[in-house]
């Protein structure tokens, strides 16, 4: 199947800004669920509320538009009613760990099979640009207007923390890496998170003079290297881009299989 | 595997936003933006087919179609 056969074409052009890398997610999304061969009706994707949660109206998998911060939550559901299914999570950087943050470590502390892509834009578009968990001090933004005091999560850090069993981050610039990267969360068996940094022009990029989308992107390039490379040694302060953790553990929906057996052996 | 040879550039302009990352990141300066602000194909001779700009752009607009 064509890239094109996996969206609901009348609903385009979508209602992402122009440059938005929302758009470059879904792109390089399709491209990784063509790659793997899956039919639309093997994939499942359940999104909350925000900018980036609108993807999912754009792809013709079978799709929920959820609540703001609890897409895992009905992916958890939907996941343990039909363990065969794979589950795709997009979420926003504020509806992932801010609203969201609670069902997000403990989505990756059970390793239930889901694959959550945060699609970090460092700010709440959709309302208006306020600062977000993970804009970073010394950002600006709408509710930050003398610059954000607050510190943001790292996404991979946390998600280590949390024992996610596949972490990766990634850039809209590498969208091929972001393809790829795609591809494996999507097959590991076990909570997949991959952050992928991504560019709101509109907001973000207007009120900390970031430039447009492509300065945007052009910086993701000077601000990332790939995991263990040299450069990283020489300066400190590039962000590593690739897989962190892909490790075997076991998988939720599998254990709590083995607790049925268990309990109906138990009762004949 | 043999070279990729370009069939056609297909551009939607329906959905081209104009944003531009298509052309400033195609490294043989294929494309370019017209006076609408629309992706645009200048130097199809040039084109290497890598598809740098199909992946990234953000609306789909654009389809680099090879024989």
Known sequence: MAVKDYIRERFFPHMWC???GHGIV???????????????????????????????GYVDFHTLHTIHGRALAFATGVKLGQPELNIIVPMGDGDALSIGGNHFIHAARRNIDL???????????MTGGQYSPLSGYGTMATTAPYSNIDQDFDVVDLSIAAGAAFVARTTVYHAKQMAD?????IIHEGFSVVEVMTQCPTYFGRKNRAGDAVDMMEHMKEI????????????????????????????????????????????? | MAKPKLKQHVINREWCKGCGICAHFCPKDVLEMDEKDKAVVKRPEDCICCKLCEIRCPDLALDVETE
Not at chain 1, 28 to 55: F, P, Q, T
Request: charged share 25%; aromatic share 4%.
């Open chain 1, 224 to 268: 990332t290297t790939p995991i263990g490379s040299k450069a990283k040694e020489k300066n400190p302060d590039l962000l590593e881009r690739g897989i962190f953790v892909q490790k075997e553990i076991p998988e939720y929906c599998q254990e709590y299989e083995r607790i049925i057996e268990r309990a109906q052996a138990d009762v004949s």
């Open chain 1, 26 to 56: 879904l792109n390089s999304l399709l491209r990784a669920v063509e790659r793997l061969g899956m039919s639309k009706n093997e994939i499942v994707m359940v999104s909350g509320i925000g900018c980036s949660s609108r993807i999912s």
């Open chain 1, 115 to 125: 694959t959550a892509i945060v699609m970090n834009n460092r700010i709440y578009g």
């Open chain 1, 181 to 185: 990267i795609l591809m494996k969360a």
């Open chain 1, 18 to 20: 122009p440059g938005c």
